[in-house]
């Protein structure tokens, strides 16, 4: 997984076909205070771990009110899982973006 800054905008890239962990406070940004938007960006990766969607929620109940948060370049597998489970009417997800 890959983390950058530019312009108010964090990118998140998961890079693993399964990310199955992830530390606690891999997806705290107050290091980046005028952030707006954050990225998450799932090209490749299949599956993710309950683990990895609670991290992710939790982002979301901390940054949603302040920047916008997008996922981006979901294979048909996270898709699936996401509008399956009805966390994808809560999420946004954009269907494809360059790098």
């Known amino acids: 997984m890959e983390v950058e800054y530019e312009n108010g905008t964090v990118t998140v890239r998961f890079s693993a076909p399964a990310t199955l ?4 406070d891999t997806l705290d940004f107050t290091a980046y205070p005028d952030c707006a938007h954050i990225r998450l960006e799932f090209r490749g ?19 949603r009110t302040q920047c916008s948060v ?7 597998e996270m898709r699936n ?9 809560w999420l946004t997800m954009v269907e494809h973006t360059e790098r």
């Not at 997008?70 to 048909?76: A, F, G, T, V, W």
């Open 81 to 89: 899982l996401l509008t399956r489970t009805g966390l994808g009417s």
């Open 21 to 24: 962990e992830m530390d606690r």
């Open 70 to 76: 997008r996922l981006l370049n979901l294979e048909p």
């Open 45 to 63: 990766v299949k599956l993710i771990s309950s683990m990895v969607l609670g991290s992710i929620m939790r982002m979301m109940d901390r940054y």
